[in-house]
């Protein structure tokens, strides 16, 4: 583990889109207590309100995609109550939800890659994880609709201190851990654990087990293996799907638990009676894929490191082929500027 990294750990400690779960634990509540009691804990969650009509989606894209109901999970670099500007969204899931089947894909967006971003009125290509520091959750979902031409009205934002505490509330998870990812586990468990102040053991052999919030984490944040970043950013995924499938064997008694965890841990604009409408979708939830995009991208070093979609016209027709099934699709004029824009200052093109 680099020299730089353990120090970082201790601001930019990297988290991940665990929200689903909030959608399978719910259901607890209601088996529990009735609808009051169910609308007590989803009381619990901190509510936001943002403009819808300002998040940069195209009329012709809510009508394409009306089938489909896209949710982002944000995870910020912070800790505790902060979700406010300086934020960085660290890691970035879009949960695609197919109304008709109920599958839901995983979409997780590389956090470096080079997209256009508002800051402060002025459009600028920037890193898609600088969208939360300038603008917070509103200013990310502009973000993603105007750059992948799509439909998101609702997010789910968590910080740090949600993963080790829901992740022990489930009783961990199972993760299976390979030789060259236990090289680096250790340092990421030692770093996590001064940060969060929460004790955790070292992992001395591969193979599948169960990890406890802090492994978890340390295993999502592995970055060295081949792969890099990019791997990184599907083992994240890895922990979200192994805690929706821990869920779904727990007890009513424990999914209370969990919930009673983590809902005072997020922060969302969707209402309760939105949640509600989710439920049918819930028992019947199934992920039939999960996947990084950009599906093609290359780094490049500025003023800084990039990763820049290669091209991001031709990333953005593939996603929506592959997650849509839209075969016929054509790139907007708008999205096809701003891939020639990236393509006139990094030069990479097809």
């Known amino acids: 583990m680099k020299s730089n990294e353990s120090s970082k750990a201790k601001k930019f400690l990297k988290v991940f889109g665990i929200i689903l779960l909030v959608l399978i634990v ?52 912070s800790r505790a109550d902060d979700y406010g500007l300086g934020n960085r ?10 109304k008709t089947t109920s599958d839901v894909k995983l979409i997780s967006v590389y956090r470096d890659t080079y997209l256009q971003v508002l800051e402060n009125g002025t ?35 968590v910080n740090f201190d949600a993963v080790i505490a829901t992740v022990d509330a489930l009783g961990g998870v199972s993760i299976n851990i390979a030789s060259d990812e236990l090289k680096y586990i250790n340092d990421y468990i030692d ?9 955790s053991k070292h992992i001395t052999t591969a193979g599948t ?5 802090v492994q978890a984490v340390a295993y999502s944040r592995i970055r060295y293996t081949a792969g890099g970043d990019y791997k990184r950013a599907e083992r994240m995924r890895t922990v979200v799907e192994a805690m929706v499938k821990k869920a779904k064997t727990l007890s009513i008694p424990k ?5 009673n965890t983590i809902l005072p841990r997020v922060s969302t604009n969707i209402d309760k009676n939105e949640i509600i409408g989710l439920i049918p979708t819930i028992s ?4 039939s894929q999960s996947i990084g995009w ?7 070093t500025m003023d800084r490191w990039y990763g820049i979609p290669v091209t991001l016209e031709s990333n953005v027709v593939k996603l929506h082929k592959e997650v849509f099934g839209t075969e016929d699709y054509t790139i907007p004029s708008e999205i096809k500027e701003i891939s020639d824009s990236i393509v006139k200052k990094t030069g990479y093109k097809e």
Not at 65 to 75: C, E, P, V
Not at 191 to 199: C, E, F, L, N
Not at 284 to 287: A, E, M, Q, R, T
């Open 294 to 300: 950009p599906y093609n991208t290359k780094g490049k």
């Open 123 to 157: 459009n600028k290509l920037d890193k898609v994880t600088h969208a939360y520091s300038y603008g917070k959750a509103q200013n990310t979902l502009m973000t993603l609709n105007k750059n992948l031409d799509l439909n998101i009205k609702e997010y789910m934002t």
């Open 26 to 77: 719910i259901v607890a509540a209601v088996a529990v207590g009735g609808w009051t009691y169910f609308s007590d804990m989803l009381g619990k969650m901190k509510q936001e309100t943002i403009d819808l009509n300002a998040v940069g989606i195209d009329a012709a894209t809510s009508n394409e995609l009306k089938n489909y109901r896209n949710i982002a999970l944000l995870g910020i670099d």
């Open 191 to 199: 770093a996590t654990s001064q940060s969060s102040g929460v004790s």
């Open 284 to 287: 019947k939830i199934n992920f």
């Open 89 to 98: 969204s660290d890691c970035i899931i879009i949960a695609s939800i197919n």
């Open 209 to 213: 087990q169960t990890l406890d919030g």
């Open 255 to 259: 999914l209370v638990n969990v919930a």
